[in-house]
């Protein structure tokens, strides 16, 4: 009996394999030859590849200015270059509190200045929105990354995953936590940034494509789409690993729904 026992145990797993690969959740992806013309809120440009320049980037460009010339003069003194500053927040899951220690250390000190453009990807996602609205959103940032850890924002589901689920892990308690800071006024007071010039940039991953997208958190806030708030919660709780998380519905061109092949 001591000798079957590895080889039940080895039969046992093949099954179990063999059984998740026929009942895997269906998935409806966008077809390739879709993938550019794939829209999330109707009549905004909120999101493009991040392995190319848009098109339109002249116009993007333009626009940005336009408002900048508007809103902030002072950046565009006669007979200067403007001097301006970008924050770039990369990724690194629990490691992030230490780019958040730093944020809260640099309005301490007291030279911490406004960022024209703030990106952030992976855990930076979760940080970017927060430092892109200033020294004011400090206590939140350092409440994010104090008072959770990693085991209270994302549910391990291993056995439900390797056995048909959608995803490895759930990032539910994550999202309730984004929602209680991604608020319409939260949502209300990227779009005024926005509208002064400065832009809030998310990097995530199409996983269904294998290609980087980059979204536009200030267009997302400015769209005035009823589903403005839940898609920038969304992009904002990217902390979480999308290659574990499951994928989620969104209108596609032509009305066509389907699943996107990322953490949103």
């Known amino acids: 009996m001591g000798c079957l026992r590895p080889s039940f145990l080895g039969l046992s797993l093949l099954t179990a394999f063999y059984l998740a690969s026929c009942a895997s959740l269906p998935r409806d992806p966008v077809p390739p030859a879709f993938a550019d013309k794939a829209t999330v809120l109707e009549g905004a440009q909120v999101r493009f590849w991040g392995d190319r320049a848009p098109d339109n980037i002249d116009a993007l460009a333009a626009e940005k200015w336009a408002q900048v010339r508007a809103n902030r003069s002072y950046l565009l003194k006669k007979g200067t270059r403007p001097r301006i500053s970008f924050l770039a927040i990369s990724g690194g899951g629990s490691d992030g509190a230490f780019g958040a220690g730093l944020l809260v250390g640099w309005t301490a000190r007291g030279d911490r200045p406004e960022f024209d453009i703030v990106t952030g990807i992976s855990t930076g996602a979760l940080t970017a929105p927060f430092a892109f609205l200033g020294p004011r959103y400090d206590p939140a940032l350092k409440e994010v990354y104090t008072t959770y850890s990693t085991d209270q924002l994302v549910t391990k589901q291993p056995v439900r995953g390797l056995l048909g689920g959608e995803a490895l892990s759930s990032n539910a308690p994550l999202a309730r936590v984004i929602a209680g800071y991604v608020t319409e006024d939260f949502l209300k007071e990227v779009a005024h940034e926005h509208s002064r010039g400065r832009r809030l940039l998310i990097g995530t991953t199409n996983l269904d494509a294998q290609r980087?997208?980059?979204?536009?958190?200030?267009?997302?806030?400015?769209?005035?789409d009823p589903q403005a708030l839940a898609l920038s919660q969304c992009a904002s709780r990217l902390g979480s690993d999308s290659g574990r998380v499951p994928a989620s519905p969104y209108q596609g061109a032509g009305g066509r729904t389907a699943s996107r092949g990322n953490a949103c």
């Open 212 to 224: 980087p997208v980059i979204w536009d958190m200030g267009k997302i806030a400015t769209s005035g």
